[in-house]
Nanobody, 115 residues
Framework: QVQLVESGGGLVQAGGSLRLSCAASGRTFSTYSMAWFRQPPGKGREFVAAITLIGGSTYATTSVKGRFTISRDNAKNAVYLQMNSLKPEDTAVYYC????????WGRGTQVTVSS
């Protein structure tokens, strides 16, 4: 059974930066395109960014383009999300998964951006 563990969240002021990490146990995800999702308070889970198998291509939702960067290290079975110029509307619980949400969801990591 694959277990996804997200980390790196926290409380940051608007304009600040955070780097999220996602590690997987139980199975390598080097054969999957991976993604980050987030769930703002009182809202549903939404797509943030994705990266293809070997990291050749990345995609991001419009609201984070130019501010967030997704990357991966297949040797470490890890995916990262570098978040810069954070805004209060980025406040959410952040999750990683395959781009089609193949694996069970982890607990996520809370990101809170104060104004």
């Amino acid at each position: 059974q694959v277990q996804l563990v997200e980390s790196g969240g926290g409380l940051v002021q608007a304009g600040g930066s955070l780097r999220l990490s996602c590690a997987a146990s139980g199975r390598t995800f080097s054969t999957y395109s991976m993604a980050w999702f987030r769930q703002p308070p009182g809202k549903g889970r939404e797509f943030v960014a994705a990266i293809t198998l070997i990291g050749g291509s990345t995609y991001a939702t419009t609201s984070v383009k130019g501010r967030f960067t997704i990357s991966r290290d297949n040797a470490k079975n890890a995916v990262y999300l570098q978040m810069n110029s954070l805004k209060p509307e980025d406040t959410a619980v952040y999750y990683c998964n395959t781009d089609t949400a193949t694996f069970p969801w982890g607990r996520g990591t809370q990101v809170t951006v104060s104004s």
